[in-house]
């Protein structure tokens, strides 16, 4: 059972895809809840919704056995090492799905490895000649045509990959994140959503 409190539109469409398919069988020990957190947010405004949220007694009470996940981008606030730290050490005991320093770098991993640095600008045309039409941000179409038309269980292994070069060289997101980009670990929520599935 898992909350998630994401950052915007485009990794709420993509989580709900997930959530649709396991929540179908109506199994009392499956079940993903999706909160989101989508006006002009960042990071920091996605930890406070989820603590604002949970502190509300009927959520806390609701929510007490659920793992809570936030999932947001490193691009905002420009101190993203503090938000890390508050919401890793956070009483709430969240787990944390972070991408440096966007989701689509997440997205783009379902097409191709992502080794270097990639503007927004770079990144959103890389994904609109894989899809074939221009793709733009936060439309649960183009999120689903990338769940569609992109591999999946590919885009796990280019953000494994991506994981193991930084573990080699000692990196983490709690203490190398400005080092980190591009990065996302999505992938260890999907891979557990995936096996749900199958």
């Given amino acids: 059972k898992i909350i998630l409190f994401c950052e915007g539109n485009s ?21 993903v809840v999706i909160s989101t957190e989508t006006a002009n947010g960042n990071a920091q405004t996605v930890l406070e919704h989820s603590i604002e949220y949970l502190s509300e007694e009927q959520n806390n009470r609701l929510f007490s056995n659920y793992d809570k996940y936030l999932v947001f981008d490193c691009d905002d606030p420009k101190d993203i090492a503090s938000v890390i730290t508050q919401a890793s050490s956070h009483k709430n005991d969240y787990r944390l799905l972070v991408s440096n320093h966007f989701f689509e770098t997440w997205l783009l991993m379902h097409f191709e490895e992502v080794s270097e640095k990639l503007s ?6 890389r994904l609109s000649e894989h899809l074939k039409s221009q793709y733009k941000k936060g439309q649960k179409g183009r999120t689903r045509e990338i769940i569609y038309n992109g591999d999946i269980e590919k885009a796990i292994e280019n953000a494994q990959k991506l994981e193991k070069i930084y573990a080699l060289d000692g990196k983490s997101i709690y203490d190398s994140i400005d080092d980190m980009n591009p990065y996302t670990n999505v992938h260890t929520l999907v891979e557990q959503l995936m096996l749900l599935i199958s």
């Fill in 11 to 31: 990794e709420k469409y993509y989580f709900d895809y997930f959530a649709e398919i396991i929540n179908k069988d109506e199994n009392k020990y499956n079940n």
């Fill in 120 to 125: 927004k600008r770079k990144t959103y045309r």
